[in-house]
């Protein structure tokens, strides 16, 4: 079955850096487009970065420049490094991989931007 499951989290003061990882079992991970997402407390969950099975990458508005994603295919992980972090940044971060229209999540991490 599908497994993700995420790491890296934790507690970082604002302009800190953290790297997160999401580890993938179950399918063929190198086939499959991988996304970060996040849900602040009281928001709706909101896409962060993508990254297709080909490498491509995109990210939204609001991390472009700071957040990068990644993905090692010989580890079956994909990577979230969250650079110049503020506060608003602030949400339990989750992994999803959809296939074949089934959408699948992790666990999910916190993080916590705070001085």
């Known amino acids: 079955q599908v497994q993700l499951v995420e790491s890296g989290g934790g507690l970082v003061q604002p302009g800190g850096s953290l790297r997160l990882s999401c580890a993938a079992s179950g399918f063929t991970f190198s086939a499959w487009a991988m996304s970060w997402y996040r849900q602040a407390p009281g928001k709706e969950r909101e896409s962060v970065a993508i990254?297709?099975?080909?490498?491509?990458?995109n990210s939204a508005d609001s991390v472009k420049g700071r957040f990068t994603i990644s993905r090692d295919n010989a580890k079956n992980t994909v990577y979230l490094q969250m650079n110049g972090l503020k506060p608003e940044d602030t949400a339990v971060y989750y992994c999803?991989?959809?296939?074949?229209?089934?959408?699948?999540w992790g666990q999910g991490t916190q993080v916590t931007v705070s001085s």
């Open positions: 990254i297709t099975a080909g490498g491509s990458t």
């Open positions: 999803s991989a959809r296939i074949f229209r089934e959408q699948y």
